[in-house]
């Protein structure tokens, strides 16, 4: 099974810009998680989409969102675009229930 | 509230040497999982080991095992005969039925670096 495969993998933006991340989980996992991960932050949860639903969401502004398709693909998006959004994107897909979550490359963004 | 707290930020070994990873959570909900994650430098979490709130038994599985004990909210990481290949950061993770799963609260993580 091909694993959980993330879109771009580099990126770089202008603050003020918007960007749209994708990923794509394992074939038959149905929920989708997105992580930020920055030196001084860590790892930390942005949101889960299972079933089109967003399920669960951590604490970061409106500005970044998301979205989960029919077959299980996901897009996040952040909006005005600040210097302090540049970090690691992680995306991670299970199954459901109680199963383990598997990660993707990653999407390394730089806002400048 | 959930929360993972790992107070190695790094350790340095020499290979063949055995390595402890520390790790304690905090949780209110009785049904939880924990997972060990290692990150080599190409940025990728690769998934480790997974145990469940409700089996306290511990595991060897080829040169890594874990103890987990409930009592002490603490689930360990040991990696035996410690290779240069096994430098990276482990982190420590938890997830809980509250979120089905869904989430997972990580550990600030732990730099290995394993010298020949």
């Known amino acids: 099974k091909a694993g959980v495969t993330q879109t771009p993998r580099y990126l770089i933006k202008t603050r003020g810009q918007q960007v749209t991340l994708s990923c794509s989980p394992i074939s038959g996992h149905r929920s989708v998680s997105w992580y930020q991960q920055t030196p001084g932050q860590g790892l930390q949860f942005l949101f889960e989409y299972f079933s089109e639903t967003q399920r669960n969401k951590g604490n970061f502004p409106g500005r970044f969102s998301g979205r989960q398709f029919s077959n299980s693909r996901s897009e996040m998006n952040v909006s005005t675009l600040e210097l302090g959004d540049s970090a690691l994107y992680l995306c991670?897909?299970?199954?459901?229930?109680?199963?383990?979550?598997?990660f993707g490359p990653g999407t390394r963004l730089t806002v400048t | 509230a959930q929360k993972v707290t790992q107070a190695q930020t790094e350790i340095s070994v020499v290979e063949k040497e055995d390595v402890t990873l520390d790790c304690v959570y905090e949780t209110r909900d009785t049904t939880y999982y924990l997972f060990w994650y290692k990150q080599p430098p190409s940025g990728e979490l690769v998934f480790l080991i997974r145990r469940n709130s409700f089996d306290e038994q511990n595991e060897i599985s080829g040169r890594y095992s874990w103890n987990f004990q409930k009592s002490t909210s603490s689930f360990n990481f040991t990696i035996t005969a410690s290779q240069v290949v096994d430098s990276a950061v482990y982190f420590c993770a938890l997830s809980e039925r509250g979120t089905s799963y869904g989430k997972l609260t990580f550990g600030q993580g732990t730099i290995l670096t394993v010298h020949p």
């Open positions: 991670a897909s299970k199954v459901g229930g109680d199963g383990g979550q598997y």
